[in-house]
């Protein structure tokens, strides 16, 4: 997939795009990931991207002429079918889905918001405004960042363990199961012994059952979107007492 992001701090993305999956995935060419700067699409000596706003008022807003000029110029390069993405904290909340859905894609470019605002125009280039969260971040590098890399993750043949994703799945829209390694009994704690029984069946069940355990004790909004079967009903309904100690 190719993925271009446009950009005021092109360096912020130099080590968390080189290291670990994105790296690789990069390196084996899963992933064609292309950082602008927008400054190369102004046209003044300052290279400025950013002006007073009309009106009044603190801050600068980001201006949308190198903006425009940067999308037009990437979107047509990348074939024309890419989706332009918009980082900006009034965007869709990023969740698996939204991933799901954005690793879909031909290709994408995520246009990084940034200062106290964007000139309003510039929303309407985007097929879609993404925000990863209820809070204000500084700009929308770091956003930028955790797109590429829910997305990246998800492109078929990036995780090694081809099992990586469909355990996931496994649980899709429920929280992950408890996971152990060795030593099997680390300063008196024991790993449950049904993961040392070689149990397949056994093993799936039980882990089935923590997410569910925890998915209800933690988030139970989750539940209401999961994908559920006869016997998780059944298995929530029985332990929903003991998991949220009587609180219902
Ligand atoms: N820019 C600033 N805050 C953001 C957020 N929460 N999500 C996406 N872009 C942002």
């Known amino acids: ?6 950009t005021v701090m092109p360096d912020m993305f130099d080590g968390p795009m080189s290291a670990s999956i994105i790296g690789i ?5 899963f992933l064609d990931l292309a950082i602008h700067d927008l400054r190369d699409w102004t046209s003044d000596k300052h290279r400025t991207t950013d002006d007073y706003p009309f009106g009044g008022g603190p801050g600068m807003v980001m201006k949308p002429d190198p903006l ?14 890419a989706r332009v993405l918009l980082t900006t904290p009034q965007g869709r909340r990023l969740n698996q889905a939204l991933a799901a859905e954005l690793a879909e894609s031909s290709g994408l470019v995520i246009v990084c918001g940034r200062y106290e605002g964007i000139d309003d125009r510039v929303r309407r280039l985007a097929d879609l405004e993404v925000s990863v ?3 204000v971040l500084s700009g929308g590098e770091l956003p930028a960042m955790v797109i590429v890399d829910a997305v990246t993750r998800l492109l078929p043949g990036v995780l090694g363990h081809s099992e990586s994703t469909s355990e996931e ?5 429920l929280l992950e199961y408890p996971q152990y390694t060795r030593p099997a009994s680390f300063r008196g704690m024991s790993v449950p ?27 139970p909004d ?5 994908d559920l079967s006869e016997s998780d009903l059944e298995y929530i309904e029985r332990v929903r007492e003991e998991v949220l100690g009587g609180d219902e």
Do not use: C, N, P
């Open 222 to 226: 989750l539940l209401q979107t999961a």
């Open 133 to 135: 969260g209820d809070y």
């Open 1 to 6: 997939m190719r993925i271009d992001v446009i």
């Open 169 to 173: 799945s496994f649980t899709w829209g």
């Open 25 to 29: 995935a990069r390196d084996r060419g």
């Open 193 to 219: 012994d049904v993961l040392l029984s070689g149990d397949h069946a056994k093993v799936a069940e039980w882990r089935r059952q923590q997410a569910l355990r925890k998915t209800l004790q933690l988030r």
């Open 68 to 81: 425009y000029a940067a999308i037009e110029d990437v979107t047509a390069r990348s074939g024309g079918d």
